[in-house]
């Protein structure tokens, strides 16, 4: 007998987890090795059907609604990921698969994209789904009066047709080679026309599952889709998500079995409950990551050395395991996660200098000066600690920082964007050219640095916007690349932390061996990827 | 004696019912100005509902056009009066939230929808809680008084004493170890659901009530002991005494009647609590209840909403003191008469 044939026998359960252990260690294998196979292999199973799935999310609001516009917490992207789909679908490698869409083709300067729809897909309404549908969706966010959040998304879109009863046509005035991923956006969720319009209001969507109750900032239960059109998915029968915001609430229901799985685990408590035999731990890096964006345009961080010298009296090791109490990955000052595509892997990793910083600090003229940074508990949990641990190892570099404690309220109005320096945070997102777009390029609406002038920011710029439209990935790799470098270098953003999705995972559930991190609860999508074992 | 109380009370009709007017136009009176300091302390928090709503990423017109639709571009005044009249009409307006996007008010919900049933779980939980406690307090304190100073009085007052010194949160937590971690009697979420059945509904409740218990049955219990305690030295009960009375039946006879006044107040504190008190015990159970929806509206600064649910919380206080009053006068004949 190999360990082919253990694993084989222990999928089919033949053999315990006791005897398998034994006989994998007759075979030369030590026992956490054995373990982690034997985990694998069952995870590795082939997926069964049945079962209520009960997951406990820390999200959720008496405010939220079904109008996928107004989508912004974990809570509404589970659900509608859950009910509905979109074009396009982000997998568990990180890549953009079609959804909805069958096939597409995109010009050869990335400018016009045709997508070809399945066929025969239905809304839980028994209407078919056709391009219609899909431009009704699409004008939900666009036009404006539109107060969509993902309106900025789709701006760059100047025309949509239909050019067959199951073919749309998108013509974007710049090229983006990554369009597809735009549209994988948890907002572009496809709904039933109705007269010329999105119909959000009924909750129909062609998801695996049908909404069967939705009570805003408790619970939404879902049936399952008889007619799904993916075959190998949405193996449950029936679906709660239930809004569990305070940590000790969610962490004491699956502890005490009244939910499958529930994300945002608390760091300090991450041990106890992995102590739970029956409870594994799941840990994804995400593309999460805590900022202090330093404000280019006002003094005294309109000098470069100044900046450098900030980024280089920044204990990063020290935040990451204090902070996050090593439940996370160092920053580089630039937004791109290490788990995701084109992540400048090259680069080395900037690490705490006080000499270094010294002589930056020395060369912009500023020894023993005092800088001002505002926190706050709003900009992330454990940001007035994080200013302080910065305080700290900047005292080493000879850099004086008195950190400003914001009020929580208003912060986001009253202090970001406003202040010189401050703590902030970005949930990252899917691509590079995305994530840019966001906060870093010249013309972003939220470019927290104010960093758009300069010969290295029109640098940067100009090779983002040149990467965004090129097709071919190695070239893009290269400039996207350069482009993280100088971001790093000379950009406002002090970076020094990205953060791990942690989820508690009863052992009575299945998921695939590899969770995608773009989301937390493997991309949202786990009501339709995971299952009984 | 029995003479003089019955012209007292023949003459004194009048006066109880003018008492009870007077009270309740006070009330009225308090609501109004309750409803002044509420619009306009509202108008006084830091931040924007537009902002707070559409989130750190909102561009600075979007806002613009959110708070126009909502008219908060409208004069304070202006917006009062109308807010007041539609309360007075039943209408609490609608809440800013759950507006489409890129629609009008037509998809918001009305204040009242959002709050009916929540109001009906807070109440829910309120009355579970109250039956527990109310008599469970009486006996307790009633006892308590009968032996007093003996073993059994220390014992209730030490145990009723340490349940109210905890933070609700901590007897929560001990209750969820005890009897949902170790022996899964009750389950750690009460998150009901509209259309639970009765029994369901108190099955899942029975841990918030039960920690709302133990958070206020010392108060109550120890006033009814006090009260009753108080009375026991007046010559009445010495004469009662005399008469050849049991313990009980004085205590229950004759010191029970005149001790219900501030007894009854000391209840309706506690049940006023319990409706506008129990944020700490609806998050640590997942209740959905209106302490939740004031929370979450003050973070989103959903203003109606906020409003609507201060108010209940109000007429919820007044009303409950207002009761108050009127069992301790219609119970205790002498402040019928003040001098």
């Known amino acids: ?533 | 004696m029995g003479l003089i109380r019955d012209n007292r009370r023949g003459g004194t009709v009048h006066p109880v019912i003018r008492t009870i007017l007077q009270r309740l136009g006070l009330g009225l009176v308090t609501l109004f100005v309750v409803s002044l300091i509420l619009f306009s302390s509202v108008e006084f928090l830091p931040g924007d509902f537009g902002e707070a709503v559409l989130g750190q990423a909102a561009l600075p017109e979007t806002v613009a056009a959110f708070r126009k639709e909502l008219g908060l571009d409208l004069p304070l005044h202006e917006r009062y009066f109308e807010w007041l009249g539609g309360i007075l009409t039943g209408d609490m307006g609608n809440s800013f939230s759950g507006r489409g996007s890129s629609g009008g008010s037509d998809r918001s919900r009305p204040v009242i929808e959002l709050l009916a049933p929540r109001l009906a779980n807070t109440l829910f939980l309120a009355s579970m809680a109250a039956i527990i406690s109310v008599p469970l307090a009486l006996f307790l304190g009633i006892t308590a008084a009968l032996y007093r100073n003996s073993i059994y009085d220390r014992t209730v007052n030490a145990l009723t004493l340490t349940t109210i010194s905890f933070p609700e949160f901590f007897v929560a937590y001990l209750l969820i170890l005890g009897l949902s971690s170790f022996t899964k009697i009750f389950p750690s979420l009460a998150n009901i659901s509209p259309d639970a059945l009765f029994w369901d509904r108190v099955y899942l409740t029975a841990l918030p009530a039960l920690t709302l218990t133990l958070v206020i049955v010392a108060h109550m219990m120890r006033m009814t002991r006090a009260a009753i305690i108080n009375l026991m030295a007046s010559p009445y009960i010495e004469m009662a005494d005399l008469k050849g009375a049991s313990k009980s039946e004085i205590i229950l006879r004759h010191a029970l009647p005149n001790a219900w006044a501030p007894i009854v107040t000391v209840i309706a504190f506690n049940l006023a609590y319990l409706v506008v008190g129990v944020v700490v015990v609806e998050v640590v159970f997942v209740y959905p209840g209106v302490g939740q929806l004031m929370v979450d509206a003050v973070t989103t600064r959903d203003v109606p909403v906020v409003q609507g649910c201060a108010m209940i919380f109000a007429a919820t206080y007044i009303l409950l003191n207002l009761f108050a009053d009127i069992i301790s006068i219609i119970t205790n004949p002498r402040l019928l008469h003040p001098r």
């Open chain 1, 1 to 533: 007998m190999d360990i082919k044939d253990l694993e084989k026998a222990a999928k089919e359960g033949k053999l315990d987890r006791r005897d398998f252990i034994k006989r994998a260690a007759a075979l030369g294998l030590a026992a956490p090795f054995a373990t982690s196979l034997l985990s694998q292999s069952v995870h590795a199973a082939t997926p069964k059907r049945g079962g209520k799935f009960i997951m406990g999310t820390g999200h959720g609001s008496t405010t939220d609604s079904l109008d996928p516009a107004t989508h912004e917490n974990g809570f509404m992207q589970n659900v509608v990921y859950t009910y509905a789909n979109h074009l396009f679908e982000v997998d568990n490698e990180g890549g953009v698969i079609p959804e909805l869409a069958e096939s597409y083709e995109a010009s050869t300067d990335a400018k016009t994209w045709v997508i070809k729809l399945r066929k025969g897909v239905e809304f839980h309404n028994g209407k078919e789904m056709t391009a219609e549908d899909v431009i009704s969706s699409m004008n939900h966010h666009r036009g404006e009066d539109s107060k969509s959040a993902a309106k900025s998304l789709l701006v760059a879109v100047v025309e949509m047709k239909k050019t067959g009863t199951h073919e749309v046509t998108f013509k974007l005035n710049d090229g983006n080679a990554d369009f597809p991923y735009i549209l994988s956006d948890y907002h572009f969720a496809i709904m039933p026309d109705f007269k010329g319009a999105a119909d959000w209001q009924a909750g129909f969507g062609t998801g695996g599952y049908i909404i069967d109750r939705f009570e805003p900032g408790v619970r939404a239960t879902f049936k399952r889709n008889p007619n799904y059109f993916k075959s190998d998915r949405a193996h449950f029968d029936e679906i709660e998500t239930i809004a569990l915001v305070d940590t000790t609430s969610r962490q004491n229901a699956i502890m005490n079995r009244e939910v499958h799985a529930i994300n945002r685990v608390d760091p300090k408590t991450v041990h106890l409950l992995g102590r739970n035999p029956s409870l594994s731990i799941l840990e994804v890096t995400g593309t999460l990551h805590y900022t202090f964006p330093m404000r280019v345009t006002m003094a005294p961080f309109d000098n470069y050395d100044l900046r450098m010298a900030v980024k280089l009296s920044v204990d990063r090791e020290a935040l990451v395991q204090k902070i996050l109490l090593g439940h996370g990955a160092l920053g580089n000052d630039h937004p791109i996660s290490a788990t995701q595509a084109n992540h400048n892997s090259d680069m080395p990793q900037r690490a705490f200098d006080p000499d270094k910083a010294k002589y930056h600090l020395k060369k912009a003229g500023m020894e023993g000066a005092t800088l001002d940074l505002s926190t706050s508990e709003a900009a992330f949990s454990g940001a007035v600690d994080a200013a302080l641990l910065i305080k700290d190892s900047a005292s080493k570099a000879g850099l004086n920082i008195n950190v400003v404690r914001e009020p929580k309220d208003g912060y986001w109005a009253n202090v970001w964007n406003k202040k010189a320096w401050c703590a902030c945070y970005w949930g990252g997102r899917p691509t590079v050219d995305w994530m840019f777009t966001s906060a870093y390029l010249a013309d972003g609406n939220w470019t927290d640095t104010d960093w758009r002038t300069g010969p290295a920011a029109d640098k940067f710029n100009k090779l983002a916007l040149a990467a965004r439209s090129e097709l071919d990935s190695e070239k893009r790799r290269a400039m996207y690349y350069e482009a993280q470098e100088i971001v790093s270098d000379d950009g406002g953003a002090l970076i020094p932390m990205f953060a791990n999705n942690i989820h508690a995972v009863s052992k009575e559930i299945g998921h695939p061996e590899k969770l995608a991190g773009n989301w937390e609860f493997d991309g949202n999508k786990n009501a339709e990827r995971w299952w009984f074992v």
